[in-house]
């Protein structure tokens, strides 16, 4: 897990983080790569598309935090050292879920970057044949196809689930992720504007849960824990997942274009309906809102709109207020945290992450 650069002794803070981080990545990847492999050797299709599509799979899963799978792996380790095999399968397939929903968000946001690389689809349109007259349509129709790919293949792992329950789990929460994606869609299709409210519930289900809520639930569940702690643990992610987005809103508006690996601006050019955004409305003059609505969904906003944006967020403390609201996320994390008996170590571990999910710059 990357550690902001201008945090001082944040790294020196995130120790026990940082290792189990260093231990359990590689492992997570060494499985996914064996998986993958594995496929292609099964494969009888004789379609070329097909391991071009899981050799794509592994170079863009292992170039992520791979934070779900890591989640999965902590909360099961945590309970229970039984179960290190089903667990790190569960944790392989998350990552493949969502590498599947990146490839998927990134047409929707039409962002050709991520991570300092191409997207999948910007990876497909520039190998377009000469032949093919709209290259963008083509690389973002075989990204989706990809995309699919990932989900059948995590959906195959988690049926090898000694728990019946994993795979239901799994899909429903999927679903509810899809179902925000379209409302976030929607919104920054129209004028409306949400209240914060409404936002916080999107965060909620098309972020938090899957990001947090899940893994943390499946780490529980292969562990063999009861109702109660699984539930804590939802209500812990939930918490920590709704911070995670607003953290991710406030690096993609007012990040380093360089630390973060992508385009800053893309959610103006895509109208999203941000916390930022709607805290921001509520305080505009009738003429800064004139000037706001030329900029957002505008696909050719400038460098100097941007910086309208940030003078006018910097105008109106909205980052003061978001900070307040993920301040206190963050203290009803503890709050799940020490409702939920687990061994010092692993309790240490949690209480830095929910600082460096505080904290983040990238």
Partial sequence: MSIPKDKGDLEIRMKKLLEFSKINKPIITSELKSFLDRKIKEDKSDIP?????VNKLVDFAINGKM?????????SEMFSKENKKEALRAAVAVELIHSALLIQDDIIDKDFTRRGRKTIFAQFQNEANNSVEDKLFYGQ?????????????????????????????VSREIQRVAAAEMLDFHWGSINDEPNSKEILNMYKNKSARYTFSLPLKLGALIAGRSNGTVEELEKLGENL????QIK???????????????????DIRQNKKTLFRALLYQKITTKEKEILNEIF????????????????IEKYNVKERTDKMVYDLSQKAHENLERINIPENYREIFEELIEYNLTRAS
């Fill in 67 to 75: 934070l779900r799978g890591l989640l999965v792996i902590l909360t």
């Fill in 248 to 266: 991710d809103d406030e690096i993609g508006l007012l990040g380093d274009e360089m630390e973060i690996g992508k385009p800053v601006g893309s």
């Fill in 297 to 312: 969904g505008n696909n050719h906003v400038t460098h100097t709109d941007i910086e309208k944006v940030k003078e006018l």
């Fill in 141 to 169: 129709s075989i990204a989706i196809c990809v995309a699919d790919v990932a989900i059948f293949l995590a959906l195959e792992l988690l049926s090898e689930s000694d728990n019946s329950e994993v795979i239901k789990i």
């Fill in 241 to 244: 997942g709704i911070v995670f």
């Fill in 49 to 53: 598309f097909y391991k071009t599509s």
